[in-house]
């Protein structure tokens, strides 16, 4: 028996140790099981929890309208959870201090029975669900009433209160259950939603009225840490909401506890001041102000049993984790949690913009290279293929019904595909031979010789109106797919354009609003669109009196101080109702500045001229001064011409090259209307940073630069506008100096000397002598001394425009500001 005992004992203690090691295996997968259902089930518990302290809720003594309020916005928004919130809700009404558990139980019946009703008939929405918690507790309670030992008008009176209570009290809660649940997935609530968040938290807390903990009330310790977490997040404001609404509610439900209100007030205006100190800080604040109320209104023990609250309060607070109170503060307007995920949420939809415009530029490229591809296949036909063609076409009319065709194309092949291609050639270089002059050796070979000439020039001709419509095509394809290239390129600087406006300048920002604060100046708001150098965008917001002008005297120049460029006013924009900001919008200084002068008349002094001209910023650093004239005088001249102007600047203010701009006008013009029509283009790019400047002369007169006492001119032999398909676009590049007056004017001014005279010398001379420096003076001169010349006819359109570029002088100098350091540009692209 020893032996068998040795024997079998490690065996059985084998056995033994499975065992138990299968028994903690089933046990840590049971745990692990339970914690899966709990985190899957995390908000059904939570709005239990919910359920069972709103169910204990009542104010005033007797009223209990939460729990059927409640109820009725979970059907709505939580019908999965509908079940157990209603069993937790009758529950908590039965632990309440007066149980009422039936009469709650009823309540949530009817609730439910009328909205099953309603959905009978497909009329179930969220919005009727007020009306409906009105109904079932008027319903019920006076039901109550009537069976009751008592009925009086106070019973009815508080009946019909009830019943309001739970309508305003399902408002409430349809704004702030989303919120509670984190079911709302926008980072902004307003300010009546945060309103009704505090006024379901304070009713939640009414649950727990009675409720002790070595002798310290479970609601006060909750009422205080929730004063501390939102005065922490929004600080005196928001603290003070918190404190009125949850101590009245608080008020309400205890008696006993009014002065609840005032304490909790104080408490949270205090915490909230010293926001900025940290949560130590709020702490200290909150302790402070229940501690200097409770002095006032209670004896000696209750100052301490509302410390010790007040302590536990704290506690909690301090050891509430940082996820949580950025979460909340994510909620808060006003807050830097809420700031950040703003304009996060603003680089999102920047970089989807941005993708979505990216992806369209390159659907734009894809096609104009699928017809820039055709174009080019169907650019050159070979001349075999043309030979091919016409032997095919001849061959078949003429030799068909010949009875030489077998020899020739049989027998004498070589010297039938001779002749038949020196036919071709003389007909393509239009010698065809007469009769008698036909070679003799073509009449040896063919008896239809000049039947075969007269076949070819007829099939050559229909060739060449072929070729030419061919032509017309492709040169359409090559344009539209220039064009699209263009629009791909417009696209893809947008999607950079959006790009950079998606960088992280709030740092900057805050710069600049310390700096602007330091001067004493009450900015409402500063937005950094662009801080590339040289392309400078800044708004400000701001509410400063008229008459003043701070703008371009102290932030102006500070600005350029602190970015280390010039910056001006670009634009001032008042608001349309009083009490509103002002809208400043600050930019880059131009170096240069361009003042116009335009001068003109209509043919026999008409009032309607066929010439058109334009004098506009591009917003790309560039100012345009353009003039067209219109094919004759008119109305139909100045349509021409206006829409070749007005079609060109949109183009050019989109960003398309100046090249493809004027391809497309040229085109437009084509397809307008099938009569020939045609207008001039004169068009002068001026880069406002550098005062080189671009020239593009479509069929235009001369221009001239007056530098000084020399006058020089700038030509180019281009057709108009809307004559050819294929126009060719010379730019002239020029480098303007400050004080340089440039001149720009149609046919009328500078034909008016006539033929017997050398135009351009005679038009350089009148400049010269012209001693003014003022632009407008210049083209009044000019116009007057053109008139003059004729003797009072004006026997032409005449128009002239005149820019003078000279150095930007900013009004207000710059000035250096102790303190105040540079602001760091970013120097990548989010």
Known sequence: MDKQNVVMFPGAQKAGMIQTAFRKGLNWAAARRFVQVLSARKWTF???????????????????????????????????????????????????VLPEPIWIALELAVVYLL????????????????????????????????????????????????????????????????????????????????????????????????????????????????LLLFAFVGGAPLGASVGVVAGLILSLADLGAIVQMSLLAFAGLLAGLLKEGGKMAVAFGMLLGTSILAIYIGNQS???????????????????????????????????????????????????????????????????????QVSGMNERVKREERVEHFMNAVSEKACSSCHRRGLCWEGKFYQTYKMMTEMMTVVEEGKKPTKKGTPKEWSTHCLKSNQLLDIMEQQYEMYRHDQHWRKQLNDSRVLVAEQLSGVSQVMEDLAREIKREGQQLHLQEEQIREALEGLGLSIQG???????????????????????????????????????????????????????????????????????????????????????????????????????????????????????????????????????AIKSVNSV?????????????????????????????????????????????????????????????????????????????????????GHAVNKEMWMKRVIQEIQSENPQEIADCLLETVVRYHKGDILDDMTVVVARVDKHQPEWATFRWPGISKVERPRTVS
């Open 46 to 96: 939570a709005l239990m929890a919910v359920g069972m302290l709103l169910g204990r809720a009542t104010i005033l003594e007797t009223l209990a309208p939460f729990a059927v309020a409640y109820f009725a916005v979970i059907y709505f928004l939580r019908r999965d959870a509908i079940l157990p919130v209603a069993v937790s809700i009758i529950v908590g009404s039965w632990m309440a």
């Open 115 to 226: 909205i099953k009703g309603l959905e009978a008939y497909e009329r179930a929405e969220l919005s009727y669900a007020p009306l409906l918690v009105f109904i079932s507790t008027l319903i019920v309670r006076l039901f109550n009433v009537v069976i009751g030992s008592t009925l009086d008008w106070y019973a009815l009176m508080m009946t019909l209160v009830e019943a309001a209570l739970g309508f305003v009290l399902t408002l409430v809660f349809v704004q702030a259950v989303p919120v509670l649940t984190v079911m709302r997935k926008t980072s902004a609530l307003k300010n009546e939603e945060i309103i009704c968040l505090m006024i379901m938290l304070a009713c939640i807390m009414t649950g727990a009225v009675g409720w002790m903990v070595g002798g310290l009330s479970i609601e006060h310790i909750m009422s205080r840490y929730m």
């Open 302 to 372: 209750d100052v301490m049993i509302s410390t010790w609250e007040s302590v536990a309060a704290v506690v909690l607070f301090l050891l509430t984790p940082r996820t949580i109170v950025r979460t909340i503060a994510k909620y808060v307007p006003g807050t830097h949690e809420h700031v950040k995920s703003q304009h996060e949420y603003a680089k999102r939809v920047r970089d989807v913009t941005a993708s979505r415009v990216a992806q369209f530029s390159e659907v734009f490229r894809q096609l104009s290279r699928s017809f820039g």
């Open 526 to 660: 500063i937005d950094i669109i662009n801080l590339e150098e040289g392309n400078v965008e800044i708004e400000v917001y701001h509410s400063f009196g008229k008459g003043y002008d701070e703008c371009r005297k102290i932030i102006a120049p500070l600005l350029s101080d602190i970015l280390g460029e010039p910056i001006a006013v670009m634009s001032e924009r008042y608001p349309e109702y009083a009490g509103q900001p002002v809208l400043v919008v600050f930019g880059s200084a131009k170096a240069y500045e361009v003042e116009t002068g335009i001068a003109g008349v209509a043919k026999g002094g008409d009032l309607l001229s066929g010439d058109s001209f334009s004098t506009v910023e591009l917003g790309n650093g560039k100012f345009a001064v353009a003039i067209s004239d219109g094919m004759g005088n008119g109305e139909r001249a100045k349509l021409e011409s206006s829409t070749a102007l007005t079609i060109l600047q949109q183009l050019l203010q989109s960003g398309m090259d100046e090249k493809l």
């Open 669 to 753: 013009l084509l397809l307008r209307s099938a009569d020939e029509v045609f207008a001039t283009v004169d068009v002068a790019l001026i880069d406002m940073y550098t005062a080189k400047t671009t020239f593009l002369k479509i069929g235009s007169t001369p221009s001239f630069i007056k530098r000084g006492q020399e006058v020089i001119p700038i030509t180019a032999n281009n057709l108009p506008v809307g004559i050819l398909q294929d126009i060719d676009v010379d730019l002239i590049r020029i480098q303007l100096l400050p004080g340089d007056t440039l001149i720009m004017m149609t046919d009328g001014i500078y034909d008016a000397p």
